[in-house]
């Protein structure tokens, strides 16, 4: 005999609620760790868009190695990429698979430039 177990959740959190808490407690760890961590990672953020209009988190991930200090959680940089997209700063183009072998080819999205907002609020 085979039983389901029903994972429950509480009614008024959506999904987009609960991926903000994890954005908002990943994000908080990180500027524990390092002081301004979010805002550093931010500021790479919009100067590496301007030579790289299209990329996926992990290649921010990879050039900021040794510039942004390492996050205690790799997923604090979803944060900072969200922010940047609500600011309309970069846009979802799609999905691509990641190149991380440890992750087995998740698709995961594929972010591009909004040119149209980068003269108002890279510079």
Known sequence: MSHQFAIEFPPDQSGEDLRDEGIEQALTHANETAERWSEIAYDFLKRYILDNPVFMAENVREA??????????????????????????????????????????????????????????VA
Do not use: D, Q, Y
């Open 64 to 121: 900021a190695a040794n510039i942004v200090p390492e996050p205690p959680s790799k997923r604090a940089w979803g944060g900072v990429l969200v922010r940047a997209a609500k600011e309309g700063l970069i846009i979802r183009m799609g999905f691509r698979n990641v190149k991380n072998a440890r992750a087995h080819c998740t698709p995961a999205t594929l972010w591009a430039l909004n040119h149209s907002a980068i003269n108002e609020k």
